[in-house]
Structures are given as C-alpha cells and as structure tokens.
C-alpha cells in the first residue's frame, strides 16, 4: 500500500511540476523535484525502480531546462539514478560535466580501467558534499561509478593500479587516502558484481580477490572511522557470499571467516566509548554470523546434539545483535535481530529443558524492540513475551513473569494487550489469585475479548469452581453485549460438562 500510495504521489507531482513549467513558475517547478525525489527515494531499488524512472528523467529535464543553480546537487543524483536504471553513455557523461567539464577522455576510449584511474575526475571526491550522501555512502557512489562504466567488463583491480602509480610506472605516488579509497572502491565494485556472476565459482574467485584486497589494510585501534570501515566492508562482503550465485556451504564458510575477521572474537563484548555508527556494524556483525550458523543447521542430517550446538550459536549471535540494538536503538537492528532469533529458536519451544535456554535471549529481544518502539508486528511482539511467559511458567517464577507483564504492556501496541491480559490472568489463576478483581481493572472494553480471556482461564485452571465460573463470566459477557457467539460458548460449555462427567439431567 506504501508503495502505491508513493508511486500515485509521483504521478501527481508529475503533472503539478508540468503545470509549473508551462505558467514559468520556476520556483514551484523546483519545489515539485524536491518532493519527488523526497517521496521517490524508498521507491530506488530494483524491483520499483523502472516505475518512478520516466518521472525522475521528465523532472531532470525540466531543471537542465531551466538551469536550476539552487538544485545542483539534485540535478546530479538524479543523473546517477537515470545512468543506474538505463546504464546509458550519455547520462554519465552528463554527469560528469558538474565536478570537471566536458570529459576529456573520447567514447572510444572510455573503459572501466580508464574510469577507475581517473577517479578524481569522474568526481568522486565531491559527491561527499550533496545532501543525500554522507562520508560512508562514497564508497557506494564510487561503485556505483565503476558498474556503471564497465559494461561487461569485469571489476578492475584498483588496487593494483595504485601500486603501479606508486613504483612509478604510470603518473605520481598515490597518497594512503587515495589507497584506503581505492580498497573501497575494489570491495564494493566486487560486492556489487557477485550477484551477476555466472556461477558459483566466478562469484568465490571475486570474493578471493576482495579478501586479498581487505588482508592488505588493518585499521588502527585509535581510529573509529578506519574500525568502522573495516567493519562495514568485511560485514557486506559475508553478506553477499550467503546469497546466490554462491555455493551454499561454500558461501556459509566465506562468510564466517568475513564474520570472524571483522569482529575479532564471536563472543568479544561491546567497545567502550565506541562511535554509533560502529557499534551498528559490529551488531550486523553479529548478526551475520547468526546467519550462517542457521544456515548450517540441517535436520535431515545431523544427529540431535550438533543440531542443538548450532541452534545455540546462533541464537547467541542474535542475542548480541540485540545487545547492539539496545545500546544504539536502532529499528533495524532490534527487527532483524530479535526475528531471527525467535525463528532458529523455536524448537527449543519444545521442551521445559530447553525452554529453560531462552529466557536471557528472549529477554534480550524483547528489551530491544521495546527500546526502538518497535510496532511494525505487534502480533510478534506479543507472541515473544508469551513465549517468555513460558519460559518462567516452567520455573514458577510468578513474580518475574507480573514484572516482565509490566514492562510488555508498555512496549507493546494496545491492539496486542488482550493477549497479555490473558497471560497475567493466567499468571494470577496459577498462583490461586482472585482473577475476577484483575478482570474488573482490564481496559479492554470489547465483549468478545473479555470473553475470550475467561475461556483461556478454563483450560489454564485446575479447579473445577474456578472452570465453572470462567465459563459463566464469559456467557454473561457476551449475553450482556447481545453478542451471537454466546450460543457457541454455551455449547463449549455442555460439551464441558459432559467430558467432566457432570449428570446430563
């Protein structure tokens, strides 16, 4: 629905910055590109791209028109997402009149290896300064640059063409920023072209070369940018061998040692006075390395023990995926963290014993999407504290489970509450509480989930007094609101009756 509410919004805005050109509202035609972009940008990935192309090419083509000085910065992203979606000569070289001029290298003449030397050219160093881009989205932009340029050759060795200019054989030494951008240039443009690979093997010898590449630099420990950095590209670069054209297992194994190197330890603490930005990679970090141990898992063919050690690794990586998000709230983290983390842990659903596992986990997950308000799946949010109200069920820990119930009522959506209504009156029923006062205190208004509460409190009571009365309770609900489901909780009822051996006449 958000896309097609965004894409509509496009279309309007088309029209609208039509309109503005033909009255030479220049103004109004430059506010319409800003909100086209604005609302454009979550639409520029592969599958939505192509859809807001024709209006982002129409709304260049008004501000080259028009030579929007104010939009400059505009004008050039919006060249890069035009030479992106069509990869055509002459949008790059568009581009490339805003850093330098016309370029100065013929069509004929213009490879990747051309490009890539000439990085200052294609300027690459400026684009830091646009709004939309930031010092750690050059890398990408740079990438981009070099995709764009090679058409079917493959990605060039930046590397190595540094080395060269260095010993002299072509132009000036290079200084160690110009290497360290070249090293990101080399990992992204192979990060990029993995998915494009004919096969597997094509795909490893492009991750060989960027492991050769990244064991050639180490980040000093004084400096969180280069730590940062390093962390970032070994994470995207394991990242990308878990998916195809890689070989699975092969892939599993690439990715841990990315994992491994990026991280140090598996089971190292949180940093001490660490950046943000790092302490964000390092949770992604972790969560890679989840990821690969619960591609490993494989029922068919492991014995019960290795399933359970790799089940148990992963929900530990996970785990510290969301120590990460809570020290930084960060929304994506927190997500995919506590997600992943609820599916590799499910089985261990299956028993008290290994119930007895999950209760630091599952707290870990649930603190974290209450730190980051979490609200995109409230249903999930309160499945997860049922689960942990499982957990500490098995150790009739009743006090943990009204302080945990304290905290899920104030994290989770008010939509969810009914379910952990029904767990606090289940809490109260096994510790031989008057539910009837808690009930009373229930915000819920709706008869239906009122009743539905007191039909959890007969399956979760012992006593058949207490049976009785829940099944009362809830008839008067629903007869009371003159709700039809009444008649089908009077039937659960005799059907009750019955099965408890209560005389039919």
């Known amino acids: 629905r958000e896309v097609e509410t965004r894409l509509r919004s496009v279309k309007l805005l088309e029209q609208c910055i039509m309109i503005a050109k033909r009255i030479e509202a220049d103004d109004l035609v430059e506010e319409c590109a800003v909100v086209m972009w604005n609302i454009s940008r979550e639409l520029m990935c592969d599958q939505n791209r192509f859809r807001v192309h024709k209006a982002l090419q129409k709304c260049l083509e008004l501000l080259e028109e028009m030579q929007s000085n104010r939009l400059i910065p505009l004008r050039v992203q919006l060249h890069f997402e035009v030479a992106h979606c069509e990869e055509q000569r002459d949008a790059f070289n568009e581009l490339q009149k805003y850093p330098t001029g016309p370029p100065a290298v013929p069509d004929s003449e213009f490879s990747a290896s051309v490009a890539v030397e000439s990085l ?62 070249a090293l990101r240039v080399n990992i992204m443009a192979a990060v990029m072209s993995m998915p494009e690979a004919k096969d597997g093997e094509e795909a490893r010898k492009l991750v060989d070369q960027a492991v050769a590449s990244l064991g050639k630099w180490k980040p000093p420990d004084n400096d969180e940018g280069k730590l940062t950095l390093w962390l970032e590209l070994w994470t995207r670069l394991g990242r990308q061998c878990l998916l195809p054209p890689m070989n699975p297992s092969i ?5 841990l040692m990315c994992s491994i190197q990026g991280l140090g330890k598996v089971d190292s603490p949180i940093p001490k006075y660490a950046l943000e930005e790092r302490l964000r990679w390092r949770g992604a970090c972790h969560a890679l390395c989840g990821e690969v141990f619960a591609s490993l898992i494989n029922p068919l063919e492991q014995e019960k023990e290795s399933l359970a050690k790799l089940r ?69 949010f309160a499945e997860l504290y049922a689960a942990l109200y499982d957990c500490y069920a098995d150790q009739e820990q009743w006090d943990d489970i009204h302080e945990m119930l304290k905290d899920a009522f104030l994290a989770v959506p008010a939509e969810s509450h009914r379910r952990l209504w029904a767990l606090r009156m289940l809490a109260l029923s096994h510790q031989g509480k008057n539910v009837t006062v808690a009930m009373g205190k229930m915000k819920e208004s709706q008869a239906k989930a009122q009743a539905n509460i007191w039909l959890v409190l007969v399956g979760a009571s012992s006593q058949l007094k207490d049976q009785i009365t829940a099944f009362s309770k809830a008839m008067n609900v629903l007869q009371a609101a003159m709700q039809p489901e009444v008649v089908e909780v009077r039937m659960q009822f005799a059907d009750w009756l019955l099965r408890s051996g209560f005389p039919i006449s």
């Open 251 to 255: 892939g599993a194994k690439y990715a």
């Open 120 to 181: 200052e050219a294609l300027g690459t160093a400026n684009l830091p300064t646009l709004k939309r881009l930031g010092p750690c989205e050059r890398k990408e932009i740079m990438a981009r640059v070099v995709q764009v340029c090679k058409e079917n050759e493959k990605p060039p060795d930046v590397a190595q063409s540094k080395t060269q200019a260095a010993t002299g054989q072509k132009g000036p030494p290079e200084s160690a920023e110009s290497d360290l951008e």
């Open 312 to 380: 148990r690794m992963s929900v530990e990586q996970f785990e510290r995926c969301c120590d990460y998000a809570i020290a930084t709230s960060n929304l994506a983290l927190a997500s995919f963290g506590a997600s992943a983390l609820w599916n590799v842990a499910l089985p261990f659903m299956d028993s008290a014993e290994t119930r007895a596992l999950l209760v630091e986990p599952f707290s870990k997950a649930a603190r974290a999407l209450a730190a980051v308000e979490y609200e995109e799946d409230p249903f999930f």
